[in-house]
């Protein structure tokens, strides 16, 4: 375990090295003339399009985002984890409900959009759902494949030494599943993000959908790339916590680990 840890520790540095690479590429194409630094701002440039920003003006931009993904993540995994439980758990349920889960599944993010508008308006309330429908999917398979996905022969050990059905599900069930549980909820936060991005163009006045339609209308590529580079931060800040959690509920599992 201990040699394990040392190995996660000397493999951080290493994922820093190619996005490295590609921004000085840039940065060097700019220098040279290669590049129009118009269309592609190099990154000396982003970095002082968001220093230009202001840190309060920022702040703001990136608290309104993250609070939205916070409220509609929340409220999809929270609909999902009851939702996809049940259907893993009850074939009756499942009858009942994975086939519409299904179809709507396969709706495209911004056919929502004008249906939410006509629905809930143009306040923060159809920005929240939309991101909760787009976390929603993910996690909701993540919960019902998990528990379907137990051994059958745990299942029967537990029966063997008279597990009621709740306790059957707190030490056996549960705990199998875990593993494609915590998977489908780091795909729903990261799916939570993008969908933020579709929700903020439902007439935001705030937030980092709202830099890039920004940025668009008024043709400046720097302002894009700056939201664009604070999406990626936000996210992967997300999914290492998300990860955090996952290898701390998960330091029972002795998994395969892949040579170096």
Sequence with gaps: MQRSRRKRRWRLPVGIVLPAVVLGAIELAAALGWSGSRALPPPSEVLRTLIG????ALGLHVLASTGRVAAGFALGSGL???AGSAVGLSQRVSAWLDP???GLRAIPSLAWVPLLLLWLGIAETPKIVLIAIGAFFPVY???ASGFRGVDRKLVEVGR???FSPLVLVRRVLLPAALPSVLTGLRNGLGL???FMVAAELIAASNGLGYLLTDGRETGRADIVLAAIALLALLGKLSDGAMRALERRLLVWRDGFEPSP
């Design 100 to 102: 519409s889960v299904q």
């Design 160 to 162: 063997l030494f008279g």
């Design 192 to 194: 939570a993000w993008m």
């Design 53 to 56: 920003l202001g840190g309060q």
């Design 141 to 143: 398979l993540g919960v």
């Design 80 to 82: 999902a984890l009851a």
